[in-house]
Structure formats: C-alpha cells, structure tokens
C-alpha cells in the first residue's frame, strides 16, 4: 500500500501542547513505535513525569528557550525541518549543509486565548501574552508540507493516529490522514485569528499592561467572523431535498452542545424547535414547560412541579402539541415523565433527566431526550442576500415597577401576575403575536399573522378552555382600537402592549369605555 496510500513514517515528533488531555498516553505509544520525541517547556516536564525520555527543543536548535518562552521554536532548525520537501535534491542538500534532521510530526493545541479573554477583569498585558506565535507558525508550517509531515491538533485524533501507525509497515500514516489533519489545523488557526482580531477589535485604546482590557461587550464589530467547526451532518435539512449541517461555537453550551441520552439522530427541524422551546422555558425562574410546533409555542406553563407545569401547557392546546418539541426548566422526574411519555412528542430540551424518567422514557425508542446547559444570550445572526444582519439578543424584560398604567381602572395582583407571564411568552411567538393567559397558563396563542385583528382572532379561535377573566399580550402596539375590541369580545380583561402608536388615545379611550386594565411597557418583541 506504501506507493498508493503515500504512507510516510513518523521517526520524530515534536510536541508542544497547551491542553494536555491524554498527551503522555499518545507519546508512550509513540515512542513504543520508536517514535523520537522533542518537546518544550511544561509540555517536556509533562512527558518526562510520565517516564519518557525527551529531548529539549533547545537541544534541537543549539539555542535556549528565551525571552520568557518567547523565543524556542522561531528557528530555522524547527521550521527547516518541517517545511523542507522529502526527495526534492535542492532542499535535501540545504538541510544536510545546515544539519537541520527532518521532523515528522508535530502535536501542537494553542495557547487558551479566549478563556483569557472571557475572564473577568483580565490585565490586558496578560492578554496579550496569551496570543500564541510560536505554536500556529509550526502549524501551519507543518500543515502546509503535509505531503511530508502529520499536523496533529486535536487530542481526540491520538488514539485513530496510534492505530494506523500500529497497523502500518514502519509506524506510517497515510497521505489522506496527513490530508485531514492539515485541513483541521487550517480550521484552528483561521479561527484562532478570528478569535484575536474579534477581540482586540472590542479594546477601542491599549490601556497599560496592568489595567482591565476593558472589552466593549457592546460594540458591534467591524468585520463579522463567524468561525465554527462542523459538529455533525444532518440527514437533511428542513425538507429532504436541502441538505444540512450542525456547527457549534465549541462553548459546550446551549442546544448545539446538548447531550443526546436517547432517540433517533436529531433532525434539522428538531434542532430549530428544540432551541425555540429551550429559549422560552429559560426565561421563567419557577418550573416552566413550552409545547413548540414549528418554532411558535402551543402551550406555555409554569406550576409548582414539572407535572403541573406540563399538563397545564397540554390543555392550552392538546391537538397541536401532538408531534411537538418540549423545553422544560427543570430536571424531569418520574412523576413529570410518566405525564410526558402519554403523547406522541418528537424531542425534549432539559437541564437533566432523573434516572426514573430516563428509565419510563426508554420504551418510547425514537423520542429524544437532550440535556442543555444554559448559555448566555449572544447576539443573532440572520442571512439576507449578499450579506448578513447582525443585532443583539432580544433580552428585554419589564418588571411590574416599570410598567405604566394607562387605563382609569389598574390591574388587579392576579391580573398583573398574568400580564407580566403573557409579556413573556409573546417574546418567542411570530408577530404579529397575540398571547391569552390566566394564572400562569397560556390559555390561547395568535401566532404569525399578517393583521394583528386576525392574530387576536385566531389566537381566541384556537382557544380550548374558557376566555373569560384571562388576560392578553400584544408583541407590539395595537395601531386602531380593533385588536383591542376583538380580545376584549374573547374574554380579556387586562391588557399589556408596548403603546406608541399615533393611536394609543384611541386605543386608551376604548379600554376605559370597555372597562378592562390597561398597561404598556414600552418595548416591544416583534420576531420574525
């Protein structure tokens, strides 16, 4: 296979990690294949901890490791003897006048850069000498002669690298694993670019060495980068002819990070919905349950438990929570589970699941369960043709201080209870969105529609249990009196809108006529 394969043989490796998650069980491998192994700084008292003999880069170059570690791989011997092209007469002659010895392999992860920069308070010297030079010089030059040389920069790659080498003639690796490898390191050092420039953007003068970096969090960059490895392929993408994938941003967080504990593989779809519900049931602190169907909530609740949580969302709308996604708050117990697993549901997002609900759940085969870890709100990215939209998360809240009562009549307590979840809820439903809610339940959803008359309209059609005495949630202002007459007519009798409409006096004037509560909050949550 050695012509065919391009197999090359590893003789020597050069190692220099910042993560080093089963490093001294890859280079023991390594050097049980006779393998020679250079290393610097911790990486090498690392590797000789673990009992292996090592060779200091200094050792290598003739020169010591300098400028507080600056300076140990910027050498003609480290860079010669990776970039130099095997067989080429002109470049063998040149590193055999220089005695540069070729190197083979180089196993390099770089400085933790944006843990640095995520640090709070962060000394802006300290990061800046978190910006690794050293390490992604050696990557790129070792993954530019690929034809030559392994580039190996993730630690979940050692144990397939091991096996090939094992089951090679001469501890080989193929070209197209040097192939792969080479892409990968590309991938790391583009984003690991991305990560500096992204960040030093955000610092708008250079402070001291020793005062705050003081990132802008608010800026909005200059150049947007999005960078993010491939997590997974997707069998499709919202329909069977389009095809798709996951990326995740590598934070192991929020839905693109969940653990699957069961089920079918995720689909598109499944993922859109599953982040919707996950949003939605994060922006409650007591036990929340959100019925999702195609990204719009079908039944919202909070309880005391999870199970009342949940079977209060199933009234608002049994019929569409068929075949839904569920987000929930909490970790799902038994009791909650055994609620759950009666109706057909596709997936469900939770912080956690109890052993006892994960065993009830396992007889329903296909459902999936995903464990989140909750994320902090990022900004959201929308793709428009030719270019990108780009705006903060929707993080908005009203507190019951800051709502202004516009009507002669206030809300009652349990009126502005109810007001203040519908407010909530509204913020996850398409606009034009019309929410129905009494006592922590959503009582009846007008989602999506073109006339706000016609979300009102709607949102009471598909309404299940009784209107009467709930209240309504408008996700924007009520531009004629219409809508506000059409919730009124379906039962409303507290109202929370943003106003700022040219027509809030009209819009006023007939909730004083129809005796109902007013309140406006002076934000709106259009969605789109």
């Known amino acids: 296979m050695g012509a065919e394969g391009g ?21 023991r491998e390594l050097a049980r294949l006779g393998v020679e192994l250079i290393s610097t700084g911790g990486t090498a008292r690392a590797l000789r901890e673990g009992g292996l003999a090592v060779k200091d880069i200094s050792e290598l170059t003739g020169f010591p ?25 002109e470049h063998e002659a040149a590193v055999k006048a220089h005695a540069i010895a070729p190197i083979d392999m180089v196993v390099v992860n770089l400085y933790a850069f944006e843990k640095t920069a995520a640090q709070p308070g962060v000394a802006f010297g300290h990061l800046i000498e978190n910006i690794d030079i050293g390490g992604p010089s050696m990557v790129r030059s070792a993954a530019k002669n690929f034809e030559d040389v392994a580039i190996v920069t993730r630690p979940s790659d050692y144990p397939g690298l091991v096996q090939e080498m094992k089951s090679a003639h001469g501890a080989a690796l193929r070209r197209a694993t040097r192939w792969r490898l080479a892409k990968q390191a590309f991938a790391l050092t583009a984003a690991y670019d991305a990560a500096i420039a992204g960040t030093l953007e955000r610092i708008e003068e250079a402070p001291a060495p020793d005062a705050p970096a003081a990132l802008d969090a ?6 947007l980068r999005i960078v993010m490895p491939r997590k997974q392929t997707l069998r499709y993408g919202e329909n069977p002819h389009q095809r798709a994938a996951l990326y995740a941003d590598g934070s192991g967080l929020g839905v693109a990070a969940a653990a ?23 922006e409650f602190e007591e036990p929340a349950v959100v019925i999702v169907k195609h990204t719009n909530p079908c039944g919202v609740a909070t309880g005391a438990g999870v199970r009342e949580a949940y079977e209060k969302a199933l009234a608002c709308d049994p019929v569409s929570a068929f075949g839904g996604v569920i987000g929930i708050n909490r970790a799902v117990d038994a009791e ?6 009666k109706l057909f549901v596709e997936a469900i997002a939770a912080p956690g699941f109890t052993p006892e609900a994960r065993e009830r759940f396992a007889a329903k085969k296909n459902l999936r369960l995903v464990e989140v870890k909750a994320a902090p709100a990022r900004p959201v990215v929308k793709q ?17 201080s800051e709502l202004d009562v516009m009507t002669w009549r206030p809300p009652t307590a349990e009126e502005l209870r109810s007001l203040l979840f519908a407010w909530r809820v509204s913020k996850h439903v398409k606009s034009n969105a019309i929410v129905y809610a009494r006592d922590g339940q959503t009582l009846g959803i007008g989602a999506g529609q073109m006339s706000r008359v016609d ?28 809508g506000l007459e059409t919730v009124v007519q379906a039962g409303a009798t507290a109202v929370i809108q943003p106003g700022g409409s040219v027509k809030d006096q009209d819009v006023i004037a007939a909730a004083d006529r129809l005796g109902i509560a007013m309140v406006f909050t002076g934000i709106r949550h259009f969605r789109h």
């Open 65 to 89: 490791e300098m400028l507080d570690g600056r300076v140990k791989t910027l050498h003609p011997k480290v860079h010669g003897g990776l970039l130099y092209i095997r067989g080429n007469a």
């Open 384 to 400: 428009v043709s030719g270019g990108m939209l780009l705006q903060d998360a929707d993080a908005g809240r009203v507190t019951e």
């Open 336 to 341: 909650a589970a055994e609620a759950i697993a």
């Open 455 to 482: 979300a009102a309209r709607f949102g009471a059609m598909k309404a299940v249990l009784p209107l009467a005495g709930c209240v309504a949630a408008s996700d924007a202002f009520f531009p004629f009196p219409d």
């Open 7 to 27: 197999e090359k043989p590893i003789r020597r490796a050069l190692l220099s990690v910042t993560d080093k998650t089963g490093l001294v069980e890859f280079a």
């Open 260 to 282: 699957q504990l069961q089920g079918k593989e995720l689909s598109f779809n499944n993922l859109v919905d599953l982040d919707a519900c996950w949003e939605l049931a994060a």
């Open 218 to 223: 608010e800026a909005l960059p200059e150049t």
